[in-house]
């Protein structure tokens, strides 16, 4: 079964720093674009950051220059390193992958994790 797993999620106090970590298993075959979103309640969810096989990156406004998106093409995985947190960037955050599998063709499918709560206090 393909799975997105997310770890790394906590509670904070504003200034403080987490890592957060996904990484995605089963019969995969190949990895396009990973990202992270974040949903808060009663806001949409939003797209944090995403980043390519080739090491290119993008940010949300809110969090450019403290969060950074980085991959380990390797073992399959995709961080979020969050520093400076701020009681606003307390959400559930959502890994989301395109992924090839072995008996999907020449096809990319987008899976989701199933969220880590992150909650930063004042």
């Known amino acids: 079964q393909v799975q997105l797993v997310e770890s790394g999620g906590g509670l904070v106090q504003a200034g403080g720093s987490l890592r957060l ?3 995605a298993s089963g019969s995969i075959s190949g990895i396009n674009t990973m990202a992270w979103y974040r949903q808060a309640p009663g806001k949409e969810r939003e ?9 290119n990156t993008n940010y949300a406004d809110s969090v ?12 399959n995985t995709v961080y979020l390193q969050m520093n400076s947190l701020e009681p606003e960037d307390t959400a559930v955050y959502y ?23 992150v909650t930063v206090s004042s």
């Open 21 to 23: 970590s996904c990484a």
């Open 64 to 75: 450019k220059g403290r969060f950074t998106i980085s991959r380990d093409n390797a073992k």
């Open 47 to 55: 797209l944090v950051a995403n980043a390519t096989p080739g090491g």
């Open 95 to 117: 890994c989301n992958a395109d992924l090839k599998l072995y008996w999907s063709g020449r096809n990319y499918l987008n899976y989701w994790g199933q969220g880590t709560q």
